[in-house]
DNA sequence: AAGACGTGGTT
DNA sequence: TAACCAAGTCT
């Protein structure tokens, strides 16, 4: 048996591509402290995995590094003021898990004693941890033989065996595929060198195939257009929702906030007031809709994409008295306002009514610094 | 089982 | 620029 011809198993190749090749990231032990026995701690691997649940690398680093020094333990987050995490995570998305990420911690520390449970059907149990974050999560920081299968593998596989059949329904079978591939020894190392491969050479637009450690095994690019897989189930239109909210300031500058409800779009996140626009439901427009009484200035209107839903909303500023303020809520001084669990399309609200708010503050922390989304 | 659930970057 | 996309999960 020839050298080539052991080389020629794809399992192989993945592996000594991601030896060469391999992203170094905050949350990852390289392939030779890998080798030496040592292993990713379960706590950083279950929370990059789930911070990168839907979101970019780029977007996760600052966040990452954020969250590991505030809670270096999965103790220390199960400890923490669930507002503060929330504030934390403002500005990451789906927000649900980061709620999620609260209870998970929570069962780990006070119900598993902090230590992540190993296998990945006592993964599964968590909240917030489904089929792929399991999987990754078994393989990665305990060197089981688990099959994962995200976006990056799903784009790998469906190209190296041409599969016409369209996702979702076809994750089965290509789970199956994945299951056969991933080697009983470094399934972690495997797991992400096919994820680093989805990402850097099988891209969704423009593969680099001439790089590809599966070229010569890889069914697409002989038969087919590579960028046609995988395919997918067609997408359905984004309907446009229309809504107005209120920044209103007093003399100093502060404004007032509420608390979102717990649950839904944006759950537990802050808010400014604002009419109840939701996926299925447009809000009122005008200043006759605002939470008191006030003279209301028009100062445009802000455009913000969600995932299944465009919303178009009104902003409307005035200054008052604080006792002119219904309803539950807080007044925020303007310094402290970046710091609160305000989603993106508030923060994009409030600038739109006083582009003063979210200047840069002169004195920050290191770590303020580098969290800078 | 199909829809809810964010955001910012790229093409 | 509008569309598409990025390491999915929950109900």
Redesign the pocket.
Known sequence: MTKAHIAADPTSRILGWYDRHHRD?PWRISPPMAARGERADPYRVWL??VM????????VKSYFALFTAKWPTVTDLAEAETEEVMKAWA??????RAR?LKKCAETVAFTHGGRFPDTEDGLKQL????????A?IAAIAFDRQAAVL???VE?VISRLHAIDAPLPGSKGMMRGLVAAMTPARRPGDFA?AM?DL??TIC???RPACVLCPLNDACVAPVSDDPQRFPVKAA??EKPVRLGAAFVATDETGAVFLRKRPGH????GMTEIPNTDW???QDGATGADAAPFAAAWQNCGTVV?????FELRLTVFRSTVSRTAATGPGWWEPEETLDGEAL???MKKAIKQAMPEAFRPRPRTTEIEKAHT?
């Open positions: 990231l990059s995995e990168l649940q839907q979101t970019t690398v780029q977007a500005g990451l998305g789906y927000y649900a999620n909240p917030g941890v489904g089929d792929y974050t399991a990754a995200d976006g990056n784009r992400q994820m989805g990402a891209t969704p637009k997408k359905k839904g779009l944006l759950g939701t996926a299925r913000h994409v969600f995932t299944h989603p993106s399309v989304p």
